[in-house]
């Protein structure tokens, strides 16, 4: 079982349409979670953050965390064509210092 | 505010030889890690730096090293290159280490090819 679980996609939504992005982890103790967006051919891009059961919404970004559940999710809503992108999601589960585990990404691609 | 920077862009070696990568934070942060990208195994933690000292370190053999400087720039190493270090290489910075809660902040990547 990998330790960050995310649907490879490609998610096909409709510009205006609302993207829902899931993401599960296997470790009980990882403390805090992150949305990176990478387009093609270039460097992840920190969207969201989250560090506490609940929702956390950015613009037209809302993250969401369910640590009894083990999953993370991102929705994104009026999706744009520049949005088209793949979808990193990150779990840093030391006490201390930063060691980022991803899952394998999910391409989302927007269409006009 | 200048982004993580990384040097160089690109670079092309071949089997047997040995690279340095060099990445330089976000002015006023300490913590610099690394991680190698390719499309079979994804982004994957190579090692951090915090105060010129490592502070963790990823499932990588001994040929990748790092270090890091007084002003929190920050080398990799691999030496004796094999084809299958062939990745982007990507720098991330942080501003404070002391804790899990830490946004980290990529640079552009140094695209390695090995021949």
């Known amino acids: 079982q990998k330790e960050v679980e995310q649907n490879s996609g490609p998610l096909s939504v409709p510009e205006g349409a609302i993207a829902s992005l899931n993401c599960t982890y296997s470790d009980r103790v990882s403390q805090s979670f992150f949305w990176y967006r990478q387009y093609s051919g270039k460097s992840p891009e920190l969207i969201m953050s989250?560090?506490?059961?609940g929702d956390k919404e950015d613009g037209r970004f809302t993250a969401q965390l369910n640590k009894a559940s083990q999953y993370v999710s991102l929705l994104i809503r009026d999706s744009q064509p520049s949005d088209s992108a793949t979808y990193l999601c990150?779990?840093?589960?030391?006490?201390?210092?930063?060691?980022?585990?991803f899952g394998g990404g999910t391409r989302v691609l927007v269409k006009p | 505010k200048a982004g993580v920077t990384q040097t160089p862009r690109y670079l092309i070696k071949t089997r047997g030889q040995q690279v340095t990568l060099s990445c330089s934070p976000i002015s006023g942060h300490r913590s610099v890690s690394w991680y190698q990208q390719t499309p079979g195994q994804g982004l994957q933690f190579l090692f951090e730096y915090f105060s010129e000292t490592q502070r963790n370190k990823g499932n990588f053999p001994g040929r990748f090293s790092g270090r890091q400087f007084s002003n929190s720039r920050s080398e990799m190493n691999v030496s004796t290159l094999e084809l299958g270090d062939s990745a982007l290489y990507l720098c991330?910075?942080?501003?404070?280490?002391?804790?899990?809660?830490?946004?980290?902040?990529f640079g552009p990547g140094t695209r390695l090819t090995v021949l």
């Open positions: 991330a910075s942080s501003f404070i280490a002391g804790s899990t809660y830490n946004e980290q902040f």
């Open positions: 989250i560090y506490s059961n």
């Open positions: 990150a779990v840093n589960g030391k006490a201390a210092g930063n060691k980022l585990t």
